[in-house]
């Protein structure tokens, strides 16, 4: 793919927009039109802000009160989706509180709140009927037909438009075929009833000729659902063959397509699909293409001249429509969240500032594309036509271009100006149509929002249009390039696989790990040559691959071990605090640094997808260093009680030798957190690695050795489960850390409960062991979000993490539209090889996983009903995702723990039988709940008995420090790794009091 378009953040001399480059001499002629396009908009209000509506007060309210503005929006976010006009009234109350459903009582129709039925179903109604209203606003009709009319009227009154086809987030194959028809067959009606209309010419031509009537704004990621920046090649294949015939036809007709611009991290991958795709020989004479470029960017002037140098090359004209941007609260939000770079402006004025370069950019270059502006701001209006002024540009060089329903008063001034106006108006149901309002809503009574500024807080014409002003705007620091101190501690970001260099360097990676697969590594630690037969690890993608050879330790290496270690034990005991911690910290940056290697290793021996083998390698770097920050805390002596005349303080002392008994599923992270917590806390470490992920223990070992752990204080034992009984057995050891099934875990608690001979100290086991969780889907849930929150939950790892999602709980009112859209997005999973970037589920780790799933599958079969997938397949261990319906409670399949992707799906009656259904194993792990209803996320918070609980999100990927994993009943003992009191598990607490009254005086205090 071509690397014209800029992924990264890093600031340019255009994207700063220097004050520099803002020309004063513009500013007279900016308020000359300004006043005069005010003149022509005055005395007229935009709908939405009307007194005769409700909308209104509400508006105004939300206006003060950012909390009711979050229930207000939620609530109408909720509102199609609720069938049943009682269930209205109730979720007003959830939301509003009965105070404010009374307020707005009188405009609802309200008045007969009462409890019976008959008033529910009469203000439920009203209630829906308002809220439509609203929404009717912003959207031109349920279908082309119904929207065609209004359409017709625009035409007649002097206004183009784009219709935007609004849909169900796509998640599925099906769902995008369905759209791509959606388009197809509103391109044909469009283009046959606009053939009808009479002649507008101002909206029929442009500086290059003829436009067409009939334009339609494209939702790329409506086009496929794996729209994947980390598969730029896979996802251009998955939209450009549905796009294809939806070119043709527009080519046809003709008809012009212009692509919407989505949220920042498919900015690069639309720009490639674009131009990738008006370059192909059937498309590259296509003259009516067009996309939208957001000005929030910070690199949009560089995106600006790759596109600019590209269509000198096609020779062929595109549009390019400038907005502003509609995600940047979102984008903000979700970048921050994951520690990335906000790849945005931060202050409005920025935004503001750039529109306006742009503007400048776009206008000087009308030679080689049409510029359209999108906006609704009065200051940026007048510049546009300032410069356009400046560039002596004739009126048809450009456009305006508004939303359908905002902002007719600046409709009515441009028009009126005799300037072209195309109306971006959306055409669909209510159900995507009232997500659609709230973003409007939003973006409306936003702080920033220029028609507020106007039209609600009436500000005077000469500050709306005031230049924006960019003077002594610092700099902030982005987010991840601060390192954190040993005061805090902050996540280690996972990689922003959107940025070309991150995938770059995992497939060179995989290069250079393949060139050392089969290769025999030696084991041997502080001295010890491990006796134990060789180990072969196998690629599980493609089991003839062997990934290493490893020797394991022997019964007698055993012995060895625990011996030195206790030899070692002395020294490190007494090694500082700020030693062992440098140790640690000093691991997490060798991880740092080899992290795209390490994560290649894990691809390979354990077959995780990449972002799965990142996160993995992440989270490993978070333990080193949450721990070490977490010890530096805790370790010096705590004084208890203030009273005089004595000192009482609280000693933390290492407990001894520490096993650590690891899993392959997470085979760095977890035995990362668990070793570095032993030895922080001054414990000496054997630690035996699953026998399915030897590499990753061996890597993990070789790291903490080359930070300064010492020879004797970490021994690494790779063996099977003799091994493990062998020091689980051993009098010498003080602590066992153990996490896998529940099986051997328990198994471990017992036989640690048996003092041996020569034995000195109870041993303590922590065991983090499985779960069977679940997440319930309620009748208010968005369903967009609970099918990819399931699906996600379920296959991630191809189910193979002891938080994987494997019931789901759905209430009967949903339950078949729930499982119909399951049974697609499970269809269209892809699964396959782990070293190809789009791979979403690869194999399982090998054939006795793969032949446990074979069995449950055969369970499964007899007791409900398969839905989707039942297969397994080679030569990978691969096991197709498989969803189960009709699931009883009783059933195996909905009790015991299936460690693979399998999801069992019950049908819950109510959200009380759902919670009981939930909790009816013996397991305590994760759960989760998709629901819109304050009172069912409450009822959840209070009795979903979880280690940890997930609302409206999936329910794997837990963030060390953020969300502390664990749980309990036969899920586990011991407290939450990452969390804060982990570290105390390792430690005896002593308490030292001493009388320090002597001959009648104690020390000053
Ligand atoms: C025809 C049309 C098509 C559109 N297509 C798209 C599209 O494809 N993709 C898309 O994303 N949007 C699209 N939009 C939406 C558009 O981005 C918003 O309507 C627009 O940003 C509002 O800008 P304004 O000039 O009207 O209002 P203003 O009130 O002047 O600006 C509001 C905008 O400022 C920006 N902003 C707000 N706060 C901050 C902050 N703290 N820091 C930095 N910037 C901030 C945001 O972009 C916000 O939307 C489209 C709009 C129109 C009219």
Redesign the pocket.
């Known amino acids: 793919m071509s690397e014209v378009y800029t992924d990264g953040v890093s600031p340019s001399i255009e994207s700063e927009v220097p004050m520099s480059t803002i020309s004063s001499s513009f500013e007279p002629t900016v308020r000359r039109i300004g006043e005069q396009l005010a003149g022509l908009s005055a005395g007229q209000t935009p709908t939405l802000f009307e007194r005769r509506w409700w909308s209104q007060t509400a508006l105004n309210l939300a206006m003060q009160d950012s909390a009711f503005k979050t229930q207000l929006f939620r609530f109408i976010d909720v509102l199609p989706s609720v069938k049943d006009d009682e269930q209205v009234l109730k979720l007003a109350r959830e939301y509003l509180g009965d105070g404010n459903v009374q307020l707005f009582g009188a405009q609802w129709g309200l008045k007969a709140l009462s409890a019976t039925s008959l008033g529910a179903r009469l203000s439920g109604k009203a209630i829906r009927s308002q809220v439509e209203q609203m929404a009717r606003t912003f959207i031109a009709g349920a279908t082309v037909e119904d929207a065609t009319p209004r359409l017709a009227d625009l035409w007649q009154q002097g206004r183009a438009w784009?219709v935007d086809l609004l849909g169900e987030a796509t998640i599925s194959d099906q769902e995008a075929d369905r759209y791509r028809d959606r388009c197809l067959d509103t391109l044909t009606k469009l283009a046959r009833e606009a053939s009808l209309w009479p002649s507008v010419l101002l909206l029929e031509r442009d500086h290059f000729g003829p436009i067409p009537r009939v334009q339609l704004?494209l939702k790329i990621s409506a086009l496929t659902p794996h729209l994947d920046p980390i598969d730029p090649e896979g996802s251009y294949r998955s939209v450009a063959a549905r796009l294809r015939p939806i070119l043709e036809l527009a080519a046809r007709l003709p008809a012009s397509l212009i692509f919407?611009?989505?949220q920042a991290d498919t900015k690069t991958l639309l720009l490639e699909i674009f131009t990738r795709l008006f370059a192909e020989p059937a498309f590259k004479a296509y003259p009516y293409a067009g996309l939208?470029l957001?000005?929030?960017h910070r690199v949009t002037a560089q995106d600006i001249e790759g596109l600019l140098s590209w269509v000198r090359q096609r020779g062929v004209p595109i549009t390019i429509?400038l907005?502003?941007?509609?995600?940047?609260d979102s984008d903000t939000i979700r970048y921050r969240q994951r520690g990335w770079p906000v790849p945005?402006?931060?202050?409005?004025i920025?935004?503001?500032a750039n529109?306006e370069a742009l503007t400048r950019l776009l206008l000087s270059q009308a030679s080689l594309v049409r510029p359209a502006f999108?906006?609704?701001?009065l200051r940026?209006l007048s510049y546009i036509e300032a410069v356009a002024e400046s560039l002596r540009l004739p009126p048809e060089a450009w456009e305006y271009?508004?939303?359908f329903g905002m902002?007719e008063p600046f409709q009515h001034a441009v028009m009126q100006h005799g300037r072209r106006l195309?109306l971006?108006t959306p055409v669909g149901d209510l159900l995507p149509g009232m997500a659609y309002l709230v973003r409007r809503l939003l973006?409306n009574t936003?702080n920033?929002?220029?028609?507020r500024k106007e039209y609600v807080e009436s500000q005077p014409l000469s500050r709306l249009l005031a230049p924006p002003v960019l003077e002594g705007l610092s700099q902030k620091q982005p987010l991840s390039s601060q390192r954190a101190g040993l005061q805090e501690f902050r996540n280690e970001p996972q990689r922003d696989f959107a940025q070309a260099d991150r995938r770059v360097a995992i497939q060179q990676a995989l290069v250079t790990v393949r060139s050392q697969l089969g290769r025999q590594w030696s084991s041997s630690f502080g001295g010890l040559r491990l006796t134990g037969p060789l180990i072969e690890s196998r690629n599980p993608g493609c089991p003839d691959e062997v990934v290493a050879r490893l020797s394991s330790a022997s019964s007698e290496d055993v012995e060895q071990a625990v011996c030195r270690a206790v030899q070692a034990w002395e020294s490190w005991r007494h090694t500082t605090t700020e030693r062992r911690v440098d140790i640690i910290r000093a691991a997490a940056s060798l991880m740092r640094t080899r992290r795209d290697e390490l994560a290649a290793w894990e691809i390979l021996e354990c077959g995780k997808p990449w972002r799965e083998a990142d996160a993995d390698l992440a989270e490993a770097i978070d333990f080193l260093e949450f721990y070490a920050v977490e010890w530096h805390r805790l370790a010096p002596p705590r004084r208890l009680g203030q009273e005089p005349g004595e000192l009482n303080q609280r000693l933390y002392n290492p407990r001894g030798v520490t096993v650590v008994i690891a899993p392959w599923n997470f085979p760095l992270a977890i035995p990362t957190g668990m070793v570095s917590a032993a030895l922080v806390t001054g414990n000496p470490v054997i630690f035996k690695p699953s026998e399915r992920s030897p590499m990753m223990g061996y890597w993990l070992t070789e790291i903490l050795r080359e930070a300064g752990v010492p020879e004797g204080v970490l021994c690494c034992l790779p063996g099977g489960a003799d091994i493990g009984r062998t020091l689980v057995h051993h009098p010498e050891i003080a602590t066992i850390a153990f996490t896998g099934s529940k099986d051997v875990g328990l198994r471990i608690i017992q036989e640690a409960g048996t003092i041996l001979p020569g034995q000195r100290t109870v041993k303590r086991v922590l065991a983090e062991m499985g779960g069977k969780n679940a997440i319930i889907v309620d009748e208010t849930a968005d369903l967009d979000d609970a099918i990819t929150g399931v699906v996600a939950s379920f296959t991630g790892y191809a189910g193979q993490k002891c938080s994987a999602c494997s019931r789901a709980i759905v209430h009967a009112s949903i339950y078949d539209s729930f499982l119909e859209r399951l049974t697609e997005a499970v269809l269209s999973l892809r699964v396959g090889n782990p070293e190809e970037p789009g791979t979403q589920v690869g194999p399982v780790i090998d054939r006795r996983a793969q032949a446990t799933m074979q069995e449950y599958i055969e369970i499964g079969k007899k007791e409900a009903r398969l839905l989707v997938g039942g297969t397994v397949s080679g030569p990978g261990w691969y096991v197709g995702p498989t969803v189960f319906a009709d699931v009883a409670p009783t059933h195996r399949i909905a009790q015991e723990e299936i460690f693979g992707p399998i999801l069992a799906v019950m049908k819950a009656s109510s959200f009380q039988d759902a919670l009981t259904l939930a909790n009816s194993t013996a397991y305590a792990l994760t759960g989760g709940v998709y629901s819109r209803s304050p009172v069912n996320l409450e009822l959840a918070r209070q009795g979903f008995d979880v280690g940890n609980l997930y609302l409206n999100r999936p329910i794997t990927g837990a963030l060390v420090g953020r969300q502390p994993f664990g749980g309990h009943r036969l899920s586990g003992v011991g407290a939450k790794a990452g969390g804060e009191e982990y570290l105390t598990q390792f430690v005896v607490t002593r308490v030292v009091s001493e009388q320090t009254l002597r001959r009648g005086f104690a020390p000053p205090e």
């Open positions: 784009s704004s919407d611009m989505e939208a957001q000005a929030y429509r907005v502003k941007g509609a995600y940047w945005l402006f931060e202050q409005k920025e935004t503001d529109y999108g906006t609704h701001n940026t271009q508004m939303i902002a195309r971006y973006e936003s920033e929002s220029f028609l």
